[in-house]
Each structure stands twice: as C-alpha cells, then as structure tokens.
C-alpha cells in the first residue's frame, strides 16, 4: 500500500502564496509521476501541474506563470509553489502519484492524498 501525506494548506489573502507538498510512502518500487489536481466547490476535479520521473513539466492554462511544481525523488516528495494566488484558487488540492508497487509482478496504479483546502480570500 502507498500512502500519501500533504500539508501546506491554508487561508491566504489574494496575491499572496502558499507552498504545498506531498510526500508519498509505502510499498514503492518506484514513482512514475506526481502532480496536483484541484477540486472547487461544484466543480469537477482538475489538473493544477503534474511532474512526470525524467519528464517536463505540465501546468493548466489558469495557473501558468503563477505556480511551480517541483520534486525530490529521493523523497518520493512533490511541491507545488502558489504565488499571486486568485480567489479563483481557492479548493481542495490533491496530490496524485502514479506508483509501481514493490512484489511480484508489479502493479502500477494511481494514489491519492486526502485533499488539503486552499483558500483565497479577495
């Protein structure tokens, strides 16, 4: 099982910034990609950036020029830098990774974390 954990969440004023992270443990083999989707109220969930292992980076229209993924592989960790944050922002942010599993044979599937709410206040 793989599990994981973000933080960074919170209430932040408009045009301010805000840092998430993830970090992902348990039965890895290895990490294929990480990213961050975001899910506004009655809205469909979306992906915000994603960070492939080796890969460029990938960023959704609305969020290009404002907010940075990055990640340390030897953490299994995932960071997502928000700055001259919208009201429009403001959701529930998840963390995805796509893991292959430790055992035999491998299984390479999606996990999710617990979603982490991000507010921004205008």
């Known amino acids: 099982q793989v599990l994981l954990v973000e933080s960074g969440g919170g209430l932040v004023q408009a045009g301010g910034s805000l840092r998430l992270s993830c970090a992902a443990s348990g039965s890895i083999f290895s990490v294929n990609a990480m990213g961050w989707y975001r899910q506004a109220r009655g809205k469909r969930r979306e992906l915000v950036a994603a960070?492939?292992?080796?890969?460029?980076?990938n960023y959704a229209d609305s969020v290009k020029g404002r907010f940075t993924i990055s990640s340390d592989n030897a953490k299994n960790t995932v960071y997502l830098q928000m700055n001259s944050l919208k009201p429009e922002d403001t959701a529930v942010y998840y963390c995805?990774?796509?893991?292959?599993?430790?055992?035999?044979?491998?299984?390479?599937?999606?996990?999710w974390g617990q979603g982490t709410q991000v507010t921004v206040s205008s």
């Open positions: 995805n990774a796509r893991v292959t599993n430790t055992g035999w044979p491998h299984v390479t599937r999606d996990y």
């Open positions: 960070i492939p292992s080796g890969g460029s980076t």
